[in-house]
């Protein structure tokens, strides 16, 4: 099982829009709609933002939506905020009951 | 609401072994798979295993086969994840995390316990 692979780190100004990409194998990602999104502020445990590739949480923005294209799905955040500034992990089901994670993608908002 | 509370943190020689427990409450214990998520100082989240109570068969990410053991005790609804034969790289912040809101089973995790520190020093 190896990690899912997200960029190390991406960033933008507040307003803008920003999409961090999550790619996987025909194992994970590419087999399953099981793919969910985590943000974790420093100290803090992990918190979901998307679940089952594009579904959010009442509780979360509408700034956040989640796509998936073959292997690869993405996370975009729109009208980028200042608290928006954490770390995003992705997260896919790899079936037999396992899960695999993305190495995470930290966001600055410049 | 499903709250996940973690012990305490723990102070480890290598080569020596470490459990840490998740107690639920609110919501069905026994329903959900219960995971096990640990992340290195500086490092990314790494999912270990999880058990569903149950069923009370655990699996494990194919690094950590041997060396962690999932358990779960469904009379006090709290699970359990030992790990043997400690080294210094096994210093991390170890969570819990559950399904059971907007979660199904193998969706995703909804509930995430606070972390419980393991440092692992000669």
């Known amino acids: 099982q190896s990690a899912l692979t997200q960029p190390a780190s991406v960033s933008g100004s507040p307003g803008q829009s920003i999409t961090i990409s999550c790619t996987g194998t025909?194992?994970?990602?590419?087999?399953?709609?099981?793919v969910s999104w985590y943000q974790q502020h420093p100290g803090k445990a992990p918190k979901l933002m998307i679940y089952?590739?594009?579904k959010r949480p009442s509780e979360i923005s509408h700034r956040f939506s989640g796509s998936k294209s073959g292997k690869t799905a993405s996370l975009t955040i729109s009208g980028l905020q200042a608290e928006d500034e954490a770390d995003y992990y992705c997260?896919?089901?790899?079936?037999?009951?396992?899960?695999?994670f993305g190495g995470g993608t930290k966001l600055t908002v410049l | 609401q499903v709250q996940l509370v973690q012990s305490g943190a723990e102070v480890k020689k290598p080569g020596s072994s470490v459990k840490v427990s998740c107690k639920a409450s609110?919501?069905?214990?026994?329903?959900?798979?219960m995971s096990w998520v640990r992340q290195a100082p500086g490092q990314g989240l790494e999912w270990m295993g999880g058990?569903?109570?149950?069923?009370?068969?655990?699996n494990y990410a194919q690094q950590f086969q041997g060396r962690v053991t999932i358990t779960a005790d469904k009379s006090t609804s709290t699970a359990y994840m030992e790990l043997s034969s400690l080294k210094s790289e096994d210093t991390a912040v170890y969570y819990c995390?559950?399904?059971?809101?907007?979660?199904?089973?193998?969706?995703?995790?909804?509930?995430w316990g606070q972390g419980t520190l393991v440092s692992v020093s000669s």
């Open positions: 025909t194992n994970d990602v590419g087999n399953y709609n099981l």
């Open positions: 089952e590739v594009n």
């Open positions: 609110g919501g069905s214990f026994s329903s959900y798979a």
């Open positions: 997260c896919s089901y790899a079936g037999g009951s396992t899960w695999v």
């Open positions: 995390a559950r399904a059971g809101g907007y979660c199904s089973s193998t969706s995703c995790f909804d509930y």
């Open positions: 058990i569903t109570p149950i069923f009370g068969s655990a």
